[in-house]
């Protein structure tokens, strides 16, 4: 017996649109039907989408939603495509036009900056709601460029009164001794992640008068042992190299006014063999306290290269056949 087959049309208002949905090269197609088996033929300002009932629904779906989007100016890169691909699949890409309708901020030469993911949006709305957050999950996902993000929002509007950027000084196969330079110097290359999300915020001059004034301050997590941090917005990026005691030291800094998020990828545990990872316990201590937010991000959150998120579930896949 034949599979069922049916077609539906989707119009445009010109057949520029066609370019903007299809990609340069018609890339972005490309890699629609090679995820979605349905055809997908485009003459002069209409799009028709033939094929199984549930594909075709979903591919209406999909160039409804990105219409959507080319029509309220937004420029589509193969990373949105490829995301809403993985939610149309499910019948949930209308959920991306959530996503696109705020932006948290702008960057320093006034580009808009939204959450590309559900994960994402999720993210942000925890940060802004609960005082201490745990960020968990693959690299590329946004963690510590959101928090970042959120971090000079709040300096800015004035509710927090600096912001502290902290990281445990563990390498990963390297060592800090035989790094040249003083303390400073050595522990540079480890935050510069931190910088870079300063950087693309604030931009360079801000960052630096910043750190001079002493609003931003970016410190190896040792140095934060002894201190209460009261209207400050603290991140504490690479989490997962920190021991269970640098952990308990770092959550107890918490004071009046002030916000806690803590990154990390338990997959990218540095520390020494037999050496517990803070993070990993703290998910475990920490998970019935409702005021702690825990936040898990998957490799569909990944706003990398597209190959980024390929890579991890390689990686993945590996780990999982191992055990």
Not at 213 to 221: K, N, Q, W
Request: charged letters at 25%.
């Amino acid at each position: 017996m034949s599979q069922q087959t049916t077609s539906t049309q989707i119009h445009l208002h010109s057949a520029s649109e066609g370019l903007s949905l299809f990609g340069p090269q018609d890339a972005f197609l490309k890699m629609i039907e090679s995820r979605i088996p349905a055809r997908i033929a485009s003459r002069e300002a209409v799009i028709t989408i033939s094929g199984e009932p549930a594909h075709v629904e979903s591919l209406q779906q999909l160039f409804e939603v990105l219409l959507q989007l080319v029509r309220n100016g937004y420029i589509l890169t193969e990373r949105d495509v490829l995301y809403a691909v993985e939610l149309a699949m499910d019948l949930r890409a209308d959920q991306l036009l959530d996503l696109y309708k705020g932006e948290i901020t702008t960057t320093f030469r006034g580009k808009p900056i939204r959450v590309k993911t559900i994960g994402q949006k999720h993210y942000v709305t925890t940060i802004k709601k609960k005082d201490i957050v745990f960020g968990v999950g693959p690299a590329g996902t946004g963690k510590t460029y959101l928090a970042v993000v959120l971090a000079v929002s709040a300096l800015k509007e004035g509710t927090v009164k600096r912001i502290v950027l902290t990281r445990p000084a563990v390498e990963a196969g390297e060592s800090l001794g035989f790094l040249p330079g003083d303390l400073q110097e050595k522990v540079d290359p480890y935050l510069r992640p931190l910088y870079d999300a300063l950087y693309d915020v604030m931009g360079p001059d801000q960052t630096a008068k910043a750190l001079e004034r002493g609003l931003i301050e970016i410190a190896p997590l040792a140095y934060m042992r002894g201190r209460t941090l009261d209207d400050s917005f603290i991140i504490l990026d690479e989490a997962q190299n920190t021991t269970p005691e640098q952990m308990k030291m770092f959550l107890t800094r918490l004071g009046f006014g002030s916000k806690m998020v803590i990154t990390g990828d338990v997959t990218q545990i540095d520390l020494p063999r037999g050496k517990k990872s803070g993070l990993v316990e703290a998910k475990i201590i920490l998970s019935e306290i409702e005021d702690i937010g825990f936040v898990y991000f998957a490799e569909q959150d990944v706003v990398r290269h597209s190959l980024v998120q390929k890579i991890i579930v390689a990686y993945d896949q590996a780990a999982e056949n191992q055990v």
